[in-house]
């Protein structure tokens, strides 16, 4: 299933992709990318290894889609994106990223985390998830300004109507995996899409949310609109969306394209 965490499988997969890439670029490029954090841990894992084959240096940046919006609209221009399919058109529109140049590198829905070894709760459909979130004593998920599966989580109490009720007992996230607290046992649940709750140890999934109220983000990757050695940004975005790369996206959690 494509919420079950394979980290070994990982690194088996990236280090299989070396002999791919002694045809991509002859010289040395330094690459900056800025990327949603969903995508942090197989794009890791796939840097480390297009690295030491191709000779060029990639600096990655993580970080919530709003985040990299806002950081854009700023005048930030990476030489390549990888972002949710949602805010394409608008990147596009203002001119931040190459047109109709994005190419996707997987899926992924959002789920519920507990501390490894707490009592299981019942998310397996609406009512009972919001039952389950009236009983918790506490809740963290992603600053609804600044992530993806922050604004939609913020949308699904709504729909369950206990926005207001669980208010006073939410942490919202910031930056970077907002269930650490949860696998520390700060909090109670924490939710955040699948792809940053499998890398974190101590943390358990305990599923995605029920089909009336999930949301499945397609994450795609771009050239930005000024980079500044063209043909390294296409190289790794062909690196990236090729077939072996799209096995370490699967192994993480993401659902192929």
């Known amino acids: 299933m494509f919420y079950r965490s394979h980290v070994p499988t990982l690194r088996h997969l990236a280090m299989g ?3 791919a890439l002694l045809g991509l670029v002859a010289h040395a490029a330094d690459i900056v990318v800025w990327s ?11 840097i480390q290894d297009y690295q030491k084959a191709s000779g060029n240096t990639v600096k990655v940046e993580f970080a919530p889609v709003g985040v990299l919006v806002k950081r854009l609209a700023d005048g930030g221009r990476p030489d390549v994106l ?13 001119g931040w ?3 109709q140049a994005a190419k996707a590198v997987g899926r992924v829905g959002v789920g519920l985390a507990i501390k490894e070894g707490a009592p299981v709760p019942d ?4 009512a009972a998830l919001r039952q389950t979130l009236l009983n918790a004593k506490s809740l963290t998920y992603m600053d609804p300004s600044k992530g993806t599966s922050g604004k939609h989580f913020a949308s699904v109490l709504d729909q369950l109507g206990i926005a207001e009720q669980v208010k006073a007992k939410t942490t ?4 970077g995996f907002v269930v650490e607290p949860v696998a520390h046992g700060d909090i109670e649940l924490g939710v955040q899409q699948i792809t940053e709750i499998l890398p ?8 995605p949310l029920p089909d009336a109220l999930q949301k499945i983000t397609t994450y795609v990757i771009t050239p930005g609109s000024q980079p500044r ?5 296409n190289d790794l975005i062909g690196f990236v969306t090729g077939p072996r790369a799209q096995a370490v996206f699967v192994a993480a959690g993401f659902i192929a394209p």
Do not use: F, W, Y
């Open 82 to 94: 990888i972002i949710s399919q949602d805010v394409v058109a608008n990147v596009e529109k203002n």
């Open 36 to 46: 949603a954090g969903a995508a942090q841990t197989p794009l890791s894992s796939l």
């Open 17 to 19: 992709l070396c002999t």
């Open 229 to 233: 050695d063209a043909a390294a940004a």
């Open 200 to 207: 974190v140890k101590g943390a358990r999934l305990v599923g």
């Open 123 to 126: 998310i397996s459909t609406p």
């Open 172 to 175: 919202l996230g910031d930056v």
């Open 97 to 99: 990223s190459a047109p």
